[in-house]
């Protein structure tokens, strides 16, 4: 009983494995021989173009979702899953992304910014500079910009740059070069300041046949064109002792003194020394009227030292 039970088991295994078998193979052999379809090359195509190009293949199309690009123009294929060659069956999904074209924005108006609130203000839109131009413009301080392409308020690609116009301000004066010789430092600083150019530096010679505290040389040389701010050099004949001179020497400092005359106003006192080319001002103060100014200043190699009370220039020491 129990082999004739064991029998009718094993038969009956054996028949759904074989009805198994049947049905993997027919569904194999069914599925094989359903045609399949390679996919085509989607990018760069419009989305018009792949649609009927996938409906003609009997391909489903899905758009996956759009994204800005500023290679792909605006409705055309960015990206497509599966990629182009893959075999699939007819009725199958591809999968595109489609572009929205480059990202846009407004032009802000920069018209009045400086260069630095400018640069700024094109970096919070995604925006940078591009060509720079200057021109003078005597109502609109330096560095301000005038305007810019494109224009405020115009849409534009947020990858574009943006030109600027910006003011240099007034227009320098251009001028023949004084002649300064003969004169002493503090005449010839009264000149040069006068016509607003700088003082480069003093240089010292020591001419016997030459009047002592006078300007020898300069440069640029009288009647050469300059501008305003250009710097002058001059040379001034000296003693090569520092006697007979209103200041003293101590341990490498200069100590200048000045005494105000009586009065009612407060007096504005400026001590500025002209060292290798630059400009500093070491004192920059009021003083009450009958007051003694003391300042010490470093001893360098051509300096010069210029005491101004109420921007008139005073006196001045030149030294080594």
């Not at 060659?85 to 009725?91: A, L, V």
């Not at 947020?158 to 910006?166: A, E, G, S």
């Not at 007096?267 to 400009?279: A, E, K, P, T």
Request: with cysteine; glycine share 8%; charged share 20%.
């Amino acid at each position: 009983m129990i082999r004739r039970i064991l029998k009718i088991g094993l038969m009956a295994g054996a028949f759904f494995i074989f009805a198994g078998l049947i049905a993997y193979l027919t569904v194999s052999f069914f599925v094989r021989s359903q045609p399949s379809t390679v996919v085509p090359d989607l990018v760069g195509k419009h989305v018009v173009a792949a649609l009927e190009l996938l409906s003609d293949l009997s391909l489903n199309t899905k758009v996956g979702g759009m994204e800005y690009n500023s290679n792909v123009p605006i409705h055309h294929v960015i990206s497509q899953d599966p990629p182009p060659g893959t075999e699939i069956k007819p009725g199958r999904d591809v999968r595109i992304t489609l572009s929205k074209g480059p990202e846009t924005v407004v032009v802000p108006s920069l018209n009045g910014f400086t260069m630095e609130q400018a640069r700024i203000v094109l970096e919070e839109n995604g925006l940078s500079s591009g060509n720079i131009a200057h021109v003078y413009q005597a109502q609109i301080p330096e560095g301000v910009v005038l305007a810019h392409f494109p224009s405020p308020g115009k849409t534009i690609h947020r990858d574009r740059p943006v030109d600027l116009l910006v003011s240099l301000g007034r227009r320098p004066t251009d001028f023949l070069m004084p002649d300064l010789s003969g004169l002493s430092i503090d005449e010839a600083m009264q000149r040069i300041e006068k016509v607003n150019l700088s003082l480069d530096k003093v240089n010292g010679v020591s001419i016997k046949d030459r009047p002592l505290d006078t300007i020898i040389s300069q440069s640029p040389a009288p009647g050469h064109r300059v501008i305003e701010k250009d710097a002058v050099s001059l040379t001034i004949n000296r003693k090569t002792a520092a006697d007979g001179k209103s200041a003293a020497f101590r341990n490498g400092l200069l100590l200048l003194r000045h005494s105000l005359e009586p009065g009612f106003l407060n007096r504005h006192i400026r001590v500025r020394l002209n060292c290798f080319g630059l400009s500093m001002d070491l004192v920059d103060t009021f003083l009450k009227p009958g007051k003694q100014l003391w300042c010490l200043i470093p001893m360098e190699s051509d300096s010069t030292a210029f005491l101004y009370e109420d921007d008139v220039l005073i006196k001045s020491e030149v030294f080594e």
